[in-house]
């Protein structure tokens, strides 16, 4: 197993890896909106939260080996199901390929952001 790591998206906020790799798979931990240098929350509203965890996203599995288009399962974590049509809005623009997905609403994501999603990928 292979452990990823990456400046361009936020540290892991706990005890875990922003990525790993096994078996030519990518696992990825939750990205939330988190500004990398920073560690600043991106933004208050669902648009600018979910632009910010897709550029993570982007980030961990270009380390990784990985891309957009490589990504074969989502999980995705709203703290409001009321923003579902804005995130999927925002999700199409940079996960087109349609890869299997489930999407919860949850109570409260670390930080009290509004948006979660972690991804299975290929390697590249």
Do not use: W
Not at 11 to 30: E, M
Not at 84 to 93: D, G, K, L, P, S
């Amino acid at each position: 197993m292979e452990k990823i790591y990456t400046n361009k998206a936020p540290d892991a906020i706990g005890p875990y890896s922003q990525a790993v790799v096994s078996g030519g798979l990518i696992y990825t931990s939750g990205q939330i909106a988190i500004v990398p240098a920073s560690g600043n929350v991106e933004a208050s509203d669902i648009e600018g939260q979910t632009h910010q965890v897709m550029k993570n996203l982007g980030e961990v599995l270009k380390e990784a080996g990985g891309s957009y288009e490589t990504i074969i399962k989502t999980t995705c974590f709203l703290a409001d199901m009321n923003d579902f049509a804005t995130f999927n809005e925002i999700y199409a623009q940079y996960i087109t390929g349609k890869p299997a997905r489930s999407c919860v609403a949850v109570k409260t994501l670390p930080k009290n952001v509004l948006v979660e999603v972690e991804v299975i990928a290929e390697k590249n």
